[in-house]
């Protein structure tokens, strides 16, 4: 069993920041991918960025430059720091994790936390 328990979100304005954290708590081997997905009101979910277990990183075009992924293996820990949001970052954010645990490896995903950009 493995918990992915995010914190971070709120309501800021447009050009703020915010720091998105998401701790994985269980029976953890090790965490190959640690990622972050938003979904907005009527649309479909979307991968905003994600970070290997080597350090490589990806990032969806509209958020490189403002949004920055990182993680703390020790703490089975992945941040995003949202910088200068706009209202069109305005969305239910989830946590995503490939997690290899005893006997498998396991896809979890967090509860997810909103995150409101006023104009």
């Known amino acids: 069993q493995v918990r992915l328990e995010e914190s971070g979100g709120g309501l800021v304005q447009a050009g703020g920041s915010l720091r998105l954290s998401c701790a994985a708590s269980?029976?953890?081997?090790?965490?190959?991918?640690m990622g972050w997905y938003r979904q907005a009101p009527g649309k479909q979910r979307e991968l905003v960025a994600r970070?290997?277990?080597?350090?490589?990183?990806n990032y969806v075009d509209h958020v490189k430059g403002r949004f920055t992924i990182s993680r703390d293996n020790a703490k089975n820990t992945v941040y995003l720091q949202m910088n200068s949001l706009q209202p069109e970052d305005t969305a239910v954010y989830y946590c995503?994790?490939?997690?290899?645990?005893?006997?498998?490896?396991?896809?979890?995903w967090g509860q997810g936390t909103l995150v409101t950009v006023s104009s």
């Open positions: 269980g029976s953890i081997f090790w965490i190959n991918a």
């Open positions: 970070i290997n277990r080597d350090g490589s990183i």
């Open positions: 995503n994790c490939i997690v290899v645990v005893p006997l498998r490896t396991l896809e979890a």
